[in-house]
């Protein structure tokens, strides 16, 4: 049985049961790095200050530099009785010096050391998902210059809207990526506050330095209310909520492509690698991982639902209930690593069947919208342009022609102000062409687009 850091005041040990249902060692000893980087400033600022000796820091310091590499290497062994990763590091270090280890956690309580552990942790994780989320912004930028002429169907209803650069669809993505990454980097603010020094709730009447050990982690600032400290997840809310945003875009992109690579699309092939095969029929190619991609973002969107679940009903300041944080942050970022992970190779490798997109191109009518703003450009109303291509397009349904088969009498019949330059903007090719103000998706447009995303990522 191992004697509890706190068991001061307790005559029975623990039930085993409880440590069993109490622990979070199970899940919170991936924190064992930022824990001892945050012990090892506030054990540099206790001697700063006068209450350790400066060799006593630097034991302390060394040791657990020793046990990070034990705890890393498996050497560890991981008992619930030692209920967190806080514990099992205090109680290596309390093992191996003795009275200098017991004199780690002045001035500290797990509360402050556990939100420090987080905040850390979070940091970190949100400057990897940043590089992620360029790395597949860079995977569709891949393309765009060698597709910045193949024109495709846009869609809206998923029903046929108008024909755009295949490039403008993929820096679609790059846009919402960057929304994402921005958020991320908004929300790195706010986890950047120092909770450290905080204690159980309420601060201390020891004379601490919250700025050092702030500084020495490379906080921006020092939170300043150790009640609000000892309770304060939004941190966390925030960070799922980012990455909920994060799944919720690649979902749909997910989607979109899965729709893309079916037979009635027949826009996209997968590369073999990134795709399975059926067990019982044996043509069968699919999109695993796409649909995966699609599929995990419920457990990612879950989390930040998780938090306010969890947050919502508690009193000041800690609550043990806080422990559970963890679970839904550590599914949510892993799992948005994951699929992060993978996605720029697919996105990167995938083949736009050229082909098969032109062989359909001229389906749906996708230049009625030009052919609308060619006779604004000539003086008719817009409303009244519309009618008339909208009943020009009734026309050629009934009889299964296209707007570019009408002939020019055909044409002036519909509407007198038509002239034989009308042809210019028929056919998807034109359309797609003529689409030429700030952000549209015709080439002209997409050019600058592309130039100003190579241009920004290669900034750095
Ligand atoms: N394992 C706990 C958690 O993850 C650490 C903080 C425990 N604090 C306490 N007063 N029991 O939240």
Redesign the pocket.
């Known amino acids: 049985m191992t004697k509890k850091a706190w068991g001061g005041r307790f005559a029975a040990p623990t039930d085993s049961q409880v440590e069993a249902f109490t622990e979070?060692i199970s899940f919170?000893a991936r924190l064992a790095a930022v824990d001892v980087k945050g012990s090892q400033a506030h054990a540099r600022m206790l001697a700063d200050v006068g209450l350790i000796t400066q060799q006593e820091a630097d034991q302390i310091c060394a040791a657990l530099d020793e046990i990070l590499g034990e705890f890393k290497r498996g050497e560890i062994e991981l008992t619930s009785s030692l209920?967190?990763?806080?514990m099992h590091i205090e109680s290596a270090l309390i093992a191996r010096l003795g009275d200098t280890g017991r004199k780690l956690h002045t001035a500290r309580?797990?509360?402050d050391?556990?939100a420090t552990d987080l905040k850390l942790y979070v940091r970190e994780a949100i400057d990897e998902i940043d590089g992620l989320l360029e790395n597949l912004q860079r995977a569709f930028v891949s393309r765009c210059e060698d597709e910045l002429e193949v024109v495709i169907p846009a869609y809206t209803h998923l029903q046929r809207a108008q024909p755009v650069s295949a490039a403008h669809y993929w820096l679609c993505y790059c846009e919402k990526l960057q929304r994402d990454r921005d958020r991320l980097s908004d929300c790195r603010r706010r986890v950047n506050i120092s909770p450290l020094g905080s204690a159980?709730l309420a601060g201390t009447s020891l004379p601490i330095d919250r700025n050092r050990t702030a500084e020495a982690l490379e906080f921006d600032g020092v939170a300043a209310n150790s009640l609000d400290v000892s309770s304060d997840r939004d941190f966390l809310i925030e960070f799922t909520s980012c990455l909920a945003l994060i799944a919720a875009h690649l979902s749909s992109w997910a989607e979109e492509w899965i729709l893309w690579c079916s037979t009635e699309f027949g826009y996209l092939t997968l590369p073999d690698a990134y795709t399975t095969g059926s067990s019982i029929m044996p043509q069968k190619k699919n999109p695993d991982v796409l649909e995966l991609i699609r599929g995990k973002s419920a457990r990612i969107i879950a989390a930040t639902q998780q938090l306010y679940l969890l947050v919502k009903g508690l009193p000041l300041a800690?609550n043990?209930d806080?422990?559970e944080?963890?679970l839904a942050v550590f599914a949510a970022y892993d799992t948005v690593r994951a699929c992060l992970q993978l996605a720029p190779d697919i996105v990167a490798n995938a083949v736009l069947n050229r082909e098969q997109i032109e062989s359909r191109l001229e389906e749906g009518f996708v230049d009625a919208t030009a052919l609308m703003e060619y006779l604004i450009k000539r003086g008719v109303p817009m409303r009244t342009g519309h009618e008339v291509v909208g009943n020009l397009v009734a026309h050629c349904e009934a009889g299964r022609r296209r707007l570019a088969d009408l002939t020019l009498v055909e044409l002036q019949g519909a509407c007198p102000d038509i002239g034989p330059d009308v042809f210019d903007v028929l056919g998807a090719k034109n359309a797609a062409a003529a689409l030429n103000s700030y952000g549209s998706g015709g080439a002209t447009s997409v050019k600058a687009q592309i130039e100003q995303w190579t241009e920004r990522l290669a900034e750095k």
């Open positions: 979070s919170d209920e967190d990763v806080h309580s797990r509360n050391q556990v159980a800690y043990r806080l422990q944080d963890k």
